[in-house]
């Protein structure tokens, strides 16, 4: 599966850019170089909430319940493309460190909901809290240049996702 991926990512590069001023090697390793920085960066991120030591499926779980509420096993499964057995192996977990609860589905008895407790909406707040603590601090140690060149960097990789 990675080497389709990789094939079509030249693939893709060259047709885009067979007319460009830039060579095409030149341009593969950009694209690989900024792939491994923000891979980097996603990295450290994750690392200054590592205190919490949730994995990223339960990071992500907490931040879904967080935003959106209440949610079955099944539809946080669809939501954070995992096998529904996956899900439930994670709220399993979740729900052992009182992160999260199982409750009566409203309009369906045969389904559970599973929401965020007290304790999980003051980890999932502690851990997004040391993640912005580091990068401020990171970013802050920038130039001016560099900040405004950063987040207009952050803008365009924004527009990239919602295409």
Avoid: C
Wanted: avoid cysteine.
């Amino acid at each position: 599966m990675k080497l389709y991926y990789q094939v079509n990512l030249q693939v893709y590069l060259h047709s885009v850019y067979a007319e460009n001023t830039v060579p095409r090697k030149t341009l593969e390793a950009a694209v690989i170089d900024f792939t491994q920085a923000v891979g980097l960066l996603v990295r450290r991120v994750r690392a200054a909430a590592a205190s919490h030591e949730l994995s990223l499926t339960e990071s992500a779980v907490l931040a879904r319940l967080d935003k959106h509420g209440p949610a079955t096993t099944a539809e946080l499964a669809r939501a954070e493309s995992v096998k529904p057995q996956s899900m439930g192996t994670t709220v399993a977990a979740l729900e052992e460190m009182g992160l999260v609860e199982r409750k009566p589905h409203p309009t369906d008895g045969r389904q559970m909901n599973i929401e965020l407790t007290a304790k999980g909406g003051t980890v999932r707040n502690s851990a997004r809290d040391a993640k912005r603590t580091w990068l401020a601090q990171a970013i802050g140690q920038l130039g001016e240049e560099e900040r405004e060149t950063l987040f207009r960097a952050g803008e365009i990789m924004k527009r990239l996702v919602d295409k």
